[in-house]
């Protein structure tokens, strides 16, 4: 029998048994109170997750579709100040591009944001902003509040990818004046991917397109989940949210606060190994920017090649994950995120630490010790 493979990746992450069986069961109406109920499971536990009274729907697509959703909602026809310094920004930027007139604020992939440049675009009139809170390309996360202080300033919508960050680091949307956040199923929810979870405030309503996209027209999700039951305006990927529901209520039997402790404990630990390998942390971070609680990224030493340590860590049953784009070959990246544990990470820093040998590498320290010690 083939053995399942260890994802310590960025997602998608390894799923609990009882969110992997909560699909195995017979289909069911989704017009009907059973299916309501699990979607109001959903949404109270996400309300609570994303620290929001905002309005929360659940569609089926992945994040990118929560992407797409806020975008062709409140940014047709607009101007669109898109921060970027990694991957995901700049899919934030294309999308912007279909919809509205983006303006690109960059960076390089995991250096801090621009803040002066936003300042200067929102001062030239745009009226939406759009920031990836934990960019996972380069295992930095960015300044939320601080960047919906200045949209509030200038009465700004302020749209925030928290897909990789949600429901495993410390977010507060309205706290931080976020008017449309986003999550998907598979990052730090531990759930199948395919659901794109989108928050919206009472500002982007009052500011919504009269012209919507149809699948992802946030005003009929609303609409269809005031209801009673609760249901999505389109059929819903129904298995998928029976396992959002498990993994919701793992969440709240977890306790949020929690589960933030244990998702920065992780991390904390496969940087301290890469620290101790002698190797560096691929982030530039200062005051307002950290590294990822979700996933790190680190620097290939000189003679270490990707697809040899990778592949090498495969042999032994893990998946980590490699650099995209222009990064291909100068990063690799562990996901800490979901419901991974001290086992989960102290395995895949051995064979990290064991393939890095094999390449050539000579280890300044004993990786694995030195997470060990922050687990401990």
Partial sequence: MEKELLLMLPGPVPMPERVRFAMSRQAINHRSPEFGAAYADCVRVLKNTFATKNDLVVISGSGTAG???????????????????????ERLYKISQRYGKAHEIKSEWGT????????????????????IHNETSAGIKNPAEEIGKLCRKHDALFIMDGITSIGGDTVEVDKWGVDIAITGSQKCFAAPAGLAMVSVSSRAWDRMTKNPPFYLDLAAYRKSAGGTPMETPYTPAVPLFLALREACLIIEEEGLPARIARHKKMSGAVQAAAKAWGLNLFPKIDALHNYSSTVTAIEYPAGVKDDEMRAAIKKMGIVIAGGQDHLKGKIFRIGSMGAVSAPEILATLAATQIA????????????VQAAGEVLG
């Fill in 67 to 89: 992407m797409e959703a806020a975008i062709a909602n409140v940014g047709r026809d607009k101007d669109i100040a898109c921060i970027v310094n990694g991957k995901f920004g």
């Fill in 356 to 367: 890095l040998k094999k390449c050539g590498y000579k280890l300044q320290g004993d990786g």
């Fill in 112 to 131: 801090p944001v621009n803040l002066e440049a936003l300042k200067a675009q929102l001062e030239a009139g745009a009226t939406v902003v759009t920031l």
